[in-house]
């Protein structure tokens, strides 16, 4: 079944990055943008971006401009979100999300985020 | 920035009643080239990542129960709970996917009176 399989939970520095993976089985894994979006606590949930698969472009949120980094592997049906210099604010649970597409009267029609990961906590504690 | 804004923050609904949440969004998000409205709802439930529910401002995401309905176009939009059941109770968020960056509303938490 399509699924997207994030990697385990981190425990990071302040300072530190982070590098979570974000492994896409089920479906054509460049026929679909992958999205980031993370939820801390307390706080509601928070899109930090996308990547597109097929070409490695990438679009971020302004509040994550130089900061974050988004890659794939199309060997291996994998996109990646790294996030650097850590903060204690950064503090969340990070999904990756699949693009939903659906072709209309020949038109490609974006939908929402139809397939999302579990979930990776990432703590930044010193 | 599209600023979304959802009303009320919380709601307090008896199993079997209707929930309703709306949306405001500070832009309009009708997507010219197919005339859709660019506006989801999601449900977040503790543990579990959040779940599509509806696209397009009204079309339900496969298995989605048809008590989930969306309405609603331009700016402003609803989700409606027609009967309440105790899986519902969630966290649920509009988002729009018009234009980058795709924002949230801050969220409407249901509970069970």
């Known amino acids: 079944q399509v699924q997207l399989v994030q990697s385990g939970a981190e425990v990071k520095k302040p300072g530190a990055s982070v590098k979570v993976s974000c492994k896409a089985s089920?479906?054509?894994?460049?026929?679909?943008?992958i999205h980031w979006v993370r939820q801390a606590p307390g706080v509601g949930l928070e899109w930090m971006g996308w990547t597109n698969p097929k070409s490695g472009g990438t679009v971020f949120a302004e509040k994550f401009q130089g900061r974050v980094t988004m890659t794939r592997d199309t060997s291996s049906s994998t996109a990646y979100m790294e996030l650097h210099s850590l903060k204690s604010d950064d503090t969340a649970i990070y999904y990756c999300?699949?693009?939903?597409?659906?072709?209309?009267?020949?038109?490609?029609?974006?939908?929402?985020?139809?397939?999302w990961g579990q979930g990776t906590t990432v703590t930044v504690s010193s | 920035d599209i600023v979304m804004t959802q009303s009320p923050d919380s709601l307090t609904v008896s199993l079997g009643e209707r929930a309703t949440i709306n949306c405001k969004s500070s832009q309009n998000v009708v997507y010219s080239a197919n005339t859709k409205n660019y506006l989801s709802w999601y449900q977040y439930r503790p543990g579990q990542p959040p779940r599509l529910l509806l696209y397009w401002a009204s079309t339900r995401e496969s298995g989605v129960p048809d008590r989930f309905n969306g309405s609603g176009s331009g700016t402003d939009f609803t989700l409606t709970i027609s009967s309440l059941q105790a899986e519902d109770v969630a966290i649920y968020y509009c988002q729009q996917y018009y234009t980058t960056p795709w924002t949230f509303g801050q969220g409407t938490k249901v509970e069970i009176k």
């Open positions: 999300a699949r693009e939903r597409i659906t072709v209309v009267r020949g038109i490609m029609a974006v939908g929402g985020m139809d397939v």
């Open positions: 089920g479906y054509t894994f460049t026929g679909h943008y």
